[in-house]
């Protein structure tokens, strides 16, 4: 009777174990998907569209296709709607949710005159930012319609390029996995088709916030007549979408 006992004793105890062990194993990886600007920040203006619109089209279909397909990854977005949410917001709202993965979207623009064709995927950093910092400064001037910028960000300016040497001492210990992130987006972009216009390093302010693996998408061209098409068709969304969503699958498959 007392060997009965304790052999029950013991299973308790083991199933117990197991029960921990398996709520421990489905903790679900969190991705947030942040769609660039919105509401009185349009972003990037084309002739017919805005870039707030795309991000937030492209971010809700990759969330879509996380939701589908992979049941255990938990989506977060930073919005859902067309409204004005301040770049630290975006950051913290990945922070406070003890997220995996950060992915901004944003759409590109050059320029009267000039035009551009292809997909780019930046993460933070600034030893070689010199190039990008037209693109960091685009981006960072959202913060501009934001109440008490200044002190709220440190003095930062973001049209001022002095304001981007402080990003140079930062040291980013998710680099490895953010540019990892960043190629496989690449990757996917041109496997559908897309111009590849690499991975690169910029200043940005919402990646800079953030501690966990991140990067930002510039999924094409506004200012581009041919980009800008493709950027606000039903077919354009999907495919990016599809993309970014191919390199989110692929890029937690290495973190198992
Ligand atoms: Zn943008």
Redesign the pocket.
Known sequence: MRKLLFLLALMLVWSAAVQTARAQSAKPFTLVLDA??GGKDP??LGTAGK?KNI?LAVALAVGRLVEQNLKDVKVIYTRKTDVFVELDERAAIANRAKANLFVSI??NALPKGAQGRGSETYTLGMHRAADNLDVAK??NAAIMLEKDYESRYEGFDPKSAESYIIFEFMQDKNMEQSVKLATLIQQQFRAAGRIDKGVHQAGFLVLRATSMPSCLVELGYITTASEQAYLTSDRGVNELAMSIYQAIKKYKATQQ
């Open positions: 660039g600007h972003g990037a870039e991000n944003h759409t685009r981006e």
